[in-house]
Nanobody, 115 residues
């Protein structure tokens, strides 16, 4: 079992920045990758960014150059630095990981970008 807890969301004006954090606990020694997903109002959930335990990253095209995913000094933490935020980035952001066939999700943190 893995528990994921996100924090760092909030209300920000367009062009501003936020930093999301996700802390994992439980059986984390076998985690190989962690991801950030988001679901905007009336939109499907989408993968925003991911990072492997080796530091390999990937991003959805709409956030490339603006968002940066990184791991903390301990294996159980992942961050999402979001710069140059746009109103279309408004969404609930979820931390996600997989162990074997099991998927684990955090409770989500709301990001609202005002124009």
């Amino acid at each position: 079992q893995v528990q994921l807890v996100e924090s760092g969301g909030g209300l920000v004006q367009a062009g501003g920045s936020l930093r999301l954090s996700c802390v994992a606990s439980g059986t984390i020694s076998s985690i190989n990758a962690m991801d950030w997903y988001r679901r905007g109002p009336g939109k499907e959930r989408e993968l925003v960014a991911g990072i492997t335990s080796g530091g390999r990253t990937n991003y959805v095209d709409s956030v490339k150059g603006r968002f940066t995913i990184s791991g903390g000094n301990t294996k159980n933490t992942v961050y999402l630095q979001m710069n140059s935020l746009k109103p279309e980035d408004t969404a609930v952001y979820y931390c996600h990981t997989e162990l074997g066939w099991s998927h684990y999700w955090g409770q989500g943190t709301q990001v609202i970008v005002s124009s």
